[in-house]
């Protein structure tokens, strides 16, 4: 039987592992934290397009702390944690020791949009910025390395979505309104 090496070109972190094994170049622990958004859990949002232009954490006492500034950025594809993929930024822990509750994406006032679980796209040019909750909340103590692992609390796609996207190819044009259209 011939031995054969396998050398995959992308690596996958399992969600919510033991934080002794996720460290950094230096040896400290890499925060990994879950995001969830509760309009994204009532609308079954499965994916966003988010063009960020700053980006902030909210304290236990309600106080803002702004992270850092995004100037001239196309969208960035925010998807869940269903799909293995996430979000790593390397100023999130650069944040006075404290306790932390959410995370305050501020957008663009174009670029964006919501993806929904039955794969419906709608465009989120009114949004001015989406609070996500930090499952579990995050505290900081002062010995953390600056970098954290994103990941987002989304639903993941129906399996008849993509049938219905075919079907409206069929549709005669109407009249075409969002979800949140008359809400």
């Known amino acids: 039987m011939k031995k054969m090496n396998f050398y995959p070109k992308t690596w996958q972190v399992v969600p919510l592992l033991s934080d002794r094994y996720l460290l ?26 988010l063009n960020i232009i ?23 594809p925010v998807k869940g ?18 306790t932390y509750n959410a995370f305050r994406f ?3 006032k174009t670029g964006s949009r919501i993806i929904y679980s039955d794969r419906f796209v709608e465009r989120a040019d009114g ?17 953390e390395s600056p970098e954290a692992i994103l ?3 989304f639903e993941p796609f129906k399996a008849n979505g ?3 996207t075919i079907g409206q190819l069929f549709k005669v044009p109407g009249v075409v309104t969002g979800k949140l259209a008359h809400s």
């Open 127 to 143: 949004i001015k910025f989406l609070n996500f909750e930090i499952v579990d909340g995050l505290t900081i103590k002062g010995e």
């Open 106 to 108: 501020y957008l663009a």
């Open 54 to 76: 700053k980006f902030s954490a909210m304290d236990a006492n309600g106080q803002e702390h702004f992270i850092a500034d995004f100037p001239g950025q196309a969208s960035i």
């Open 81 to 98: 944690m269903h799909t293995g993929l996430f979000l790593k930024s390397k100023s999130v822990l650069d944040l006075e020791p404290g």
């Open 151 to 153: 990941r987002f609390d």
């Open 24 to 49: 950094d170049s230096d040896g400290k622990c890499i925060k990994d934290l879950v995001l969830r958004n509760i309009y994204a859990t009532d609308m079954k949002v499965s994916e966003m397009d």
């Open 162 to 164: 993509i049938f219905k």
